[in-house]
Structure formats: structure tokens, C-alpha cells
């Protein structure tokens, strides 16, 4: 069965601090995608990467990099130079085929970002 | 970008009333899932359509349906309503239902059953 692990329940850091979100996952199939979405205060659900299986080159977008390691089974996220509006919960997750049951969550990570 | 379209944005309802959260996907996206998020959860599947036809079913209370319509918007019925279904709902979007294109959430529907 798949599964998604996110051991930071709460981080909290200054501004301007760097900060990696852990992510964790299981699954027994070889061809999968990961993601990371960002809910704001405001609830709504920020699609931010979807990444395949089969690419494990990390990706930098502006302040966010993502770091995906196979042999770890993880698919951390950075974000550099945190700023208030960063503040949220992130959640990692994982889906085999496609966004059905086959789409898991990660319990989120609620990050608390303090000017 | 369009995005998602979820109306209302909020809803109070009593207990026992019904209610109605529509859906409307990014334009040219065939598939529409829905998933319920109670407070301090991940979001849980509740049910999805491709091309109007169900497509997988989850952890959807019988009290619930939804269908999707010949303009792919949706619509999530709920009747009997008890407190345990206060909840935020969303609405999601992809193309041809698999993850090789990305799923797009709308902004959800914060119901509150008092």
C-alpha cells in the first residue's frame, strides 16, 4: 500500500530563515508521481510540482527547490529566505496512476513563518 | 490562468437540511474529483467522474451523490446533513484522469451544519 510520511507536524522559523520540509513516501510500484501543495490560512489548495518517478533532477523555482531522492524515498522541500506569506501547511503527495484512491495526502506540515 | 470554480464559498446549513456545492473545471479538463477536508485533516476522496461517468468511488457517505454534466461542471448533493459533515470541500480538475496532468483544486467550500 502507498504512503505518505510528513514527520514535521508544526515548524516554525524567523523570516529570512531557510527551512526543508521532510517528505517520506512507500509504494511498491516503480512508476509514480509526487507533489507538494500549499494551503494558505485562507484554505484554499496551491498546486506547486508534480514530479515523475523517473526524474530525480532537482528543481529550483525562485525561492522553492525540491530535492527528490529515490534511494531515501523522500521528496523534500526548501523554501530559501522564508517570508511571512510562506506561511501555511504544505502537503506532500503521492498518486500511482491517477488522483482517485490511488491519490494519497501526507498529513501536512504546518509552517509558521514569524517576522 | 482560469482556475477551478467552486461555489458557494461558504454555506451554513441545518442538521438534516440538504445542500448543493457546484464545480467547475479549467476549461478542457474531462475529469472532476471531489474531496472532503475536515479541520486539521488532509484532504480525503470522496468520489470522481471522466467524462461524466463515475471513475472511482471513495469514502463517500451514502447521504451524498454528485454527477458530472454534459459541460463537465459538477455538482456534490448532500442530504440529511449531520454536524460530523462540516467540513471544507473541494472540487479538483485534471486532463484524461491520470497524474500525467497535474490535478488543479478550486477553492473549496467551507460547509458548516449547526
Known amino acids: 500500500a502507498q504512503k505518505v510520511t510528513q514527520a514535521q507536524t508544526e515548524i516554525s522559523v524567523v523570516e529570512k530563515e531557510d527551512v526543508t520540509l521532510d517528505c517520506v513516501y512507500e509504494?511498491?510500484?516503480?512508476?509514480?508521481?509526487l507533489f507538494w501543495y500549499k494551503q494558505p490560512p485562507s484554505g484554499e489548495l496551491v498546486f506547486l510540482i508534480r514530479?515523475?518517478?523517473?526524474?530525480?533532477q532537482n528543481e529550483i523555482s525562485g525561492r522553492y527547490s525540491w530535492n527528490f531522492q529515490k534511494s531515501t524515498s523522500s521528496f523534500n522541500f526548501t523554501i530559501t529566505a522564508s517570508q511571512v506569506v510562506d506561511s501555511a501547511v504544505y502537503f506532500c503527495?503521492?498518486?500511482?496512476?491517477?488522483?482517485?484512491?490511488?491519490?494519497?495526502f501526507g498529513p501536512g506540515t504546518r509552517l509558521s513563518v514569524l517576522p | 490562468a482560469a482556475g477551478v470554480i467552486q461555489s458557494p464559498r461558504h454555506l451554513i446549513k441545518e442538521k438534516r437540511e440538504t445542500a448543493t456545492l457546484k464545480c467547475y473545471p479549467i476549461?478542457?479538463?474531462?475529469?472532476v474529483y471531489w474531496y472532503q477536508q475536515g479541520p486539521g485533516q488532509d484532504p480525503q476522496f470522496l468520489i470522481s467522474?471522466?467524462?461524466?461517468?463515475?471513475?472511482d468511488k471513495g469514502s463517500i457517505p451514502d447521504r451524498f451523490s454528485a454527477q458530472q454534466f454534459s459541460d463537465y461542471h459538477s455538482e456534490l448533493n448532500m442530504s440529511s446533513l449531520e454536524l460530523g459533515d462540516s467540513a471544507l470541500y473541494f472540487c479538483?480538475?485534471?486532463?484524461?484522469?491520470?497524474?500525467?496532468?497535474?490535478?488543479?483544486f478550486g477553492n473549496g467550500t467551507r460547509l458548516t451544519v449547526t
Open positions: 479538483a480538475s485534471s486532463f484524461s484522469g491520470t497524474a500525467s496532468s497535474p490535478l488543479h
Open positions: 467522474f471522466y467524462e461524466k461517468m463515475q471513475s
Open positions: 503527495a503521492l498518486s500511482m496512476v491517477g488522483y482517485g484512491q490511488n491519490f494519497v
Open positions: 476549461p478542457r479538463h474531462d475529469t
Open positions: 509504494t511498491r510500484d516503480t512508476t509514480y508521481y
Open positions: 514530479r515523475n518517478s523517473f526524474d530525480e
